[in-house]
């Protein structure tokens, strides 16, 4: 069923949004104006033109749909700041990185437990266990992606003690607020809402278009860099690909209503963009660059 992408409310037809939408736009609502130019155009459109838009935008089979967002969000023809930065990482921006994703994998396995306790699914309860120990708890012979993330900010000459010290600045802080309010919906959307964030280190999104990867390749190969970065990046450069995927197709065979988890990943995504940032804003401050 249609539903406003910026407000949610539920309406009988994609004209009936675009009115609503173009009626809010004219008042100057901020979350209606800031949908439409963010994701559709920075014009106005008449109203069947904005139908038709709204339609297409939201039309499509539900994984596929969220990859191809996903790309054009972080990967397209402008790739997202931090992606750039990643390209070829200076110093404070590894640390930016290890400072502000402690934090967000902190609420990352706190929104997975709500995941497991909403559903009566065996398969998505095991998924997301599983997901847990591989991001948090870790194994005997295979550290979690949270300790490897402490190891590489060591690496780079700073002590354990000082960045789980280290507070989250207020775009992080916002960011994990935010999908703390999206873990109150629907167990289905917040699976989308978190798992599709795995696509960042999915290395098969060049096929499907996306212009860079997440970090450059040759780091892993290169001397310039200790173990420990190589390490974590590998990590999710090998194992996300495969959370990511499972995780949509988990999501596509209970959704139910996907126009409103559509909604949800978008909101996501948005989230996901000023997060990174807040790791860019990190590396500037340990640069100096701004204070």
Known sequence: ??????????????GSVSSHMIQQASRSDPGHVM?????????EMPQE????????????????????RFI???????PHPFMIAMQNPIREV??????????????????????????????????ELENITTEFVGTESSPSH????????????????EILSTPPLKGTVEAINTWRKLSQRNWVEVMAAMHSLELVADKNLRRYGAKIHYFNEKILDSNDFPEAVKNFLMEGYEADQYHAEEALD???????????????VLKSFDTFSKY???????ALLLSGVIA
Not at 1 to 14: N, T, V
Not at 35 to 43: G, P
């Open 146 to 161: 949270y300790e490897l993330l402490l190891r590489m900010g060591e690496s780079m000459g700073m002590k354990r003690e």
């Open 35 to 43: 949908w439409l130019n963010r994701n559709l155009s920075l014009r």
């Open 49 to 68: 033109e904005l139908a038709k838009r709204l339609e297409t935008f939201f039309s499509g089979e539900l994984r596929s749909w969220i990859i191809s």
């Open 94 to 127: 590894l640390l930016g990185y290890v400072l502000e994703h402690q934090h967000f994998l902190v609420n990352w396995v706190r929104v997975l437990s709500k995941i497991v306790y909403e559903t009566d699914q065996v398969d998505v309860i095991r998924f």
């Open 1 to 14: 069923m249609p539903i406003c992408p910026a407000c949610e409310i539920k309406l009988e037809s994609w």
């Open 276 to 282: 990174l940032l807040s790791r860019l804003e990190r």
């Open 72 to 78: 054009e969000k972080f990967y397209g023809d402008k």
């Open 250 to 264: 988990l999501v596509e065979r209970y959704a139910v209503d996907q126009e409103r988890v559509k909604v949800t």
